[in-house]
């Protein structure tokens, strides 16, 4: 293991605040770069140049060691392992058929704008297992639909990407491995004892931005109220109607079944497992390897695809999910070195801020800070690997500095965590370099720029909403299930109060634009 050289050790000594580099660099360097990967080597070979004592060919050879040791440790190779078996099972849903045919089943039942639009958000829902899957298989198959409703392209790119991160962060999706080990990083460097699984789903009900962006987007959806540039789109949007297309009961020799099966074995071995204490990584592991194989197998015995078209979707979707994999092993890295065996770079963050920090503004800063770092850098990955590793021992030194005993059970370290995946989601959605920004602009054929500045306004206001009515509250005591509802209340309540129905939408609404063939 390597440890800081002499040279470092004095280095450190006299100015500390170069254990704060790695962080910053990577934020810093993905706003210049605008490339994130780029961003996350330079910003951990910047911390193996400093724990090496500036000897530029050791720190090399260091971050070698460090990026093979992200790969070599179990609980990341797990973590990877269940994110390109999800790919899997994604691509043979997709080539399957399957996600198209419970879409297209879906869309058949939408003939008003209203409609279109709630079942833009439903169906987000349903497709919750992975971000990018969500982005463009919904917005893909709900782009000519939401033409013929005269639902604007920008409304259409802001109902997929205000849907599709939340229900990825919240359910059991790509997303829950890598943020159960950030969790599993922040108590080890806090040296905690505790089960990470258990406090990652601990945390549900205190992520109030997510909560608040699909409650707030099906409140959108069923009221018709806009306002801001998004009401301004949607007037545009109102245009004669085109003749609806024919929507049948399957999508490319597909059967709803190929996608229902997959994902519900998906959920159920998830569900039994976690109720019967199994290895939360492990678990992972055995349910998208479950879900992928049956994915595979189905098609097959439907004879709808050969063992080979399975293999080459089974490859291909493992594909898909590389350019994930190589954020988190680059993450993974970026907070290797700064552990406190090394840059100590929590320790340090502590020392400068924990006497100064009340515990009960903690959910906020943290909130504030994600949301800060993801705007900058465009990557939720990123900035969750950033700073739950700090925040956690940070939140439970301040709270062990207030006397009395700490539990992960606190409902201010409970919040702080959430506070950060939350705040990481916000970010996301307010950043023009977001991956998933730039793919819902995709998805819907939106300009990147308009979809930027029409969701703008509605992110500011949830993230409004969850500060005010959600961790402040909660700071000072207030419990989560009176926070919830409140925040949620005054989201929906703002949307009432300000929104307006775009000119020619109430009539647009009860006039039926054709009644889909059967």
Known sequence: MLEPSNTTSGLLETLPWLRLSPPVLAVVLAIAFKDVNLALVLATLGG????????????????????????????????????VLLGAMIGLMNDSGGTNAVVDRMARYANTRKKGQLLTWLLGLVVFFDDYANTMLIGGAMRPLSDRLQISRAKLAFLIDATAAPIAGLALSSWTAFEIDQVTAGLAAAG????????????????????????????????GRDFGPMLRAEEQAQSPVTKPEKFSDEADGGNVWFAIL?????????????????????????????????????????????????S??????????????????????????????????????????GDAVRPEFLPCISFLAAGAIAVSI????????????????????????????????????????????AGAIFGDHCSPISDTTVLSSA??????LQHVATQLPYAILMAACSLLFGYLPIGFGVPWWIALPLSSVACIGAVIVLGKLPKSASSSDRRDVGEPAS
């Not at 990470?196 to 069923?222: D, K, Q």
């Not at 039994?272 to 998208?288: E, K």
């Not at 080459?312 to 700064?338: E, R, Y």
């Open 312 to 353: 080459g979707s089974w490859t291909s979707g493992i594909g898909s999910m590389i350019p994930a994999v190589i954020v988190l092993i680059l993450a993974w890295a970026v907070s290797d070195v700064c552990r406190p065996d090394k840059l100590n770079t929590a320790g340090y963050i502590i020392s400068l801020v």
């Open 443 to 448: 998805a819907a054929g939106c300009n990147h």
């Open 192 to 223: 905690i004892e505790g089960d990470a699984g258990t406090i990652f789903f601990a945390t549900i009900p205190f992520r109030f931005y997510p909560i608040l962006a699909i409650t707030t987007v099906a409140a959108i959806a069923y009221t």
């Open 48 to 83: 193996c140049l400093l724990l090496c004592g500036f000897d530029g060919l050791l720190a090399v050879n260091t971050l070698c060691e460090v990026l093979v040791n992200q790969l070599a440790d179990a609980d990341h190779a797990s973590v990877i392992l269940f994110t």
């Open 262 to 310: 997959p994902v519900s074995m998906l959920v159920l071995i998830v569900l039994v497992g976690y109720f019967n204490d199994v290895d939360a990584y492990r678990l992972l592991l055995l349910a998208s390897l479950g879900a992928a194989t049956l994915a595979a197998v189905l098609p097959v015995l439907a004879r709808k695809m050969t063992i080979s078209a399975c």
């Open 378 to 421: 465009g990557s939720s990955f990123t900035t969750m690997a950033l700073l739950v590793p700090m925040f956690i021992p940070l939140c439970w030194s301040v709270l062990g500095g207030q006397g009395g005993s700490v539990s992960v059970e606190h409902p201010i370290f409970l919040a702080t965590v959430g506070a950060i995946l």
